[in-house]
């Protein structure tokens, strides 16, 4: 299954990244690839997320990478991340 991410998840994983290496340069950069490698994980598990209550649709799920929170879309054919939270937002 193919995953794509959202312009705004991008930017979200962007900005997440900066705020966390302005004072921990090793944990952002670990932080990261644990996020790259989940959404990896999702075209061939694209149910191992948990179904997001809050959405109140079945497709929308989330994987929880703490403190942050990535939420996708399922579809048929495709995997679409839609947004990177901390926990804090959602």
């Not at 994983?13 to 670990?30: G, H, K, V």
């Not at 149910?47 to 959405?55: F, I, L, P, V, Y």
């Amino acid at each position: 299954m193919k995953v794509t991410w959202a312009p705004l998840a991008r930017e979200q994983t962007a900005n997440a990244f900066a705020y966390i290496s302005a004072e921990r340069p090793s944990a952002a950069l670990r932080w990261f690839e644990e996020i790259v490698e989940r959404a990896g994980s999702l075209s061939d598990f694209p149910d191992m997320g948990r179904m997001m209550r809050e959405a109140g649709r079945p497709e929308v799920r989330e994987v929880i990478i703490e403190p942050y929170r990535l939420i996708y879309r399922r579809d048929s054919d495709e995997v679409v991340i839609m947004g990177v939270f901390h926990s804090r937002q959602v």
